[in-house]
């Protein structure tokens, strides 16, 4: 079941949208960051943000419990407390359990201080209904399993638990997020054709492409969605001198190398960076959706922008040749 058959009000894609139907058919916002990723955000600023990304037409959301152990949901959810919750899609992610400061899991519905993985089948249904509390909604249209590296216990217990969920209406899709392809290549190969979704973060990017070698081929002869995420690959390719960093780690000089003559190429198109490596993954066969995490309205309209933005033609050559010419590792 592909991603746009399952998970509607959104836009379809194609030529002659206006510039908000460009935003809702391609793109989607990013809540780890109004969850305090990196950087702590006010409640308000991120009520802010996510009303200026409705305002620019997106109409898919994606969180996590993970994200602020619960902060995340909590803020989209009243964020989007207002909405038509039939106009807007929804995703979140188990996997893993919210604790307190000692280890226990937190009251339904609740916030706390980490977060620790667990794929069994109880794990999954507590971690829905908590996220549903927090959301402040009674269903969720893409439920992800959230980097589920012991793959064996994702095939014994959580997905068999999404697949219930699937088949109750308590979600529309289910799906697998994570950083690694090989575990999610294996999930697609061997869950006999029941992910709807596969969402590779950060390896649909303009420097990392791995997920084009074996992950994006098994999605595609299996009738899977992909929806690229981590397009920045957490700051380098927004910014590689104010935000060196790459996987949540400090950039290598190669990849900051990289980066820079990437962006050099942009400016002289007179694009920023940022919104032509949110444009990027839309290039890749069997990419239908980008989510781009924003923690204020300026980086909301940097993605939006470049949804409708007429790019070069030979724009995409000369990046290739400034990736390829980058010091060698």
């Not at 991603?3 to 949208?17: E, K, N, Y």
């Not at 997020?177 to 999930?187: D, S």
């Not at 104010?242 to 990437?262: N, S």
Request: glycine share 10%.
């Amino acid at each position: 079941m592909a991603f746009r058959a399952a998970l509607r009000p959104l836009s379809p894609a194609g030529p002659g949208l206006d510039p908000a139907q460009a935003v809702a058919a391609a793109f989607g916002l990013g809540c780890a960051p109004i969850g305090n990723l990196f950087t702590p955000v006010a409640a308000d600023a991120a009520e802010a943000t996510v009303g200026r990304a409705l305002e620019r037409g997106v109409r898919f959301f994606d969180t996590a419990p993970h994200y602020g152990e619960g902060v995340s949901e909590l803020r989209l959810g009243a964020a989007l407390s207002g909405v038509d919750r039939d106009s807007v899609v929804l995703a979140t992610k188990v996997g893993r359990t919210i604790v307190d400061a000692d280890g226990a899991p937190v009251p339904t519905g609740g916030t706390g201080v980490n977060t620790v993985g667990d794929l069994s089948r109880d794990g999954v249904l507590r971690s829905l209904e908590g996220s549903l509390a927090r959301l402040g909604t009674d269903r969720v249209d893409l439920l992800y399993l959230h980097d589920p590296a012991d793959v064996d216990a994702a095939l014994r217990g959580a997905l068999p638990a999404l697949l219930e969920l699937r088949d109750q209406g308590v979600v529309r899709a289910v799906g697998v997020g994570m950083g690694h392809n090989a575990p999610v290549a294996r999930l697609v190969r061997e869950a006999a054709d029941a992910l709807d979704v596969v969402m590779p973060a950060g390896r649909v990017t303009l420097l990392d492409r791995s997920a084009e070698a074996d992950l994006l081929p098994a999605a595609r002869a299996r009738g899977v969605g992909v929806i690229a995420a981590g397009v920045y690959n957490s700051g380098v390719l927004a910014d590689p001198v104010a935000a060196p960093y790459f996987d949540y780690h400090p950039a290598t000089p190669e990849q900051v190398d990289g980066a820079l003559r990437m962006a050099a190429v942009c400016a002289a198109a007179g694009l920023p960076l940022a919104a032509v490596a949110a444009r990027y993954p839309l290039r890749v066969t069997g990419v239908e959706a980008v989510v781009v995490g924003a923690r204020t309205p300026a980086e909301v309209d940097v993605f939006a922008d470049a949804a409708a933005a007429d790019l070069p033609d030979d724009l995409w050559a000369a990046l290739d040749a400034a990736r390829s010419a980058a010091a060698p590792a």
